[in-house]
Nanobody
Framework: QVQLVESGGGLVQPGGSLRLSCAASEFALDYYAIGWFRQAPGKEREGVSC????????EYADSVKGRFTISRDNAKNTVYLQMNSLKPEDTAVYFC???????????????????WGQGTQVTVSS
């Protein structure tokens, strides 16, 4: 059973915006911190953002600070990533993931996550 499903990716021009969604099933989303990661062709998967169980401890990679915003709606079992001012270097497959229950509230270290979605493609190009 799929527990995390991403949606909202697509093709957008530089400077444009997209909102990604991560919908959870088979578990209570509000028990876990959720992270967004991305992987460009030929590159390692990297952390983009993470949000705590309560939503009060967001983290962002330096490359997206001021442009991306993570949020969650636990009543809908959904986490969002609002992406503004998109750049070509943001092009990647974006994944959401569930953080393991131990350790710090949030982290961008992919080894701290135990379940992953299938990914959604984001392409930023003219």
């Amino acid at each position: 059973q799929v527990q995390l499903v991403e949606s909202g990716g697509g093709l957008v021009q530089p400077g444009g915006s997209l909102r990604l969604s991560c919908a959870a099933s088979e578990f209570a989303l509000d028990y876990y911190a959720i992270g967004w990661f991305r992987q460009a062709p030929g590159k390692e998967r990297e952390g983009v953002s993470c949000i705590s169980k309560s939503g009060g401890r967001p983290e962002y990679a330096d490359s997206v600070k001021g442009r991306f915003t993570i949020s969650r709606d636990n009543a809908k079992n959904t986490v969002y990533l609002q992406m503004n001012s998109l750049k070509p270097e943001d092009t990647a497959v974006y994944f959401c993931a569930r953080k393991s229950s131990s350790g710090r509230y949030t982290t961008l270290d992919r080894t701290s996550y135990d379940y992953w979605g299938q990914g959604t493609q984001v392409t930023v190009s003219s």
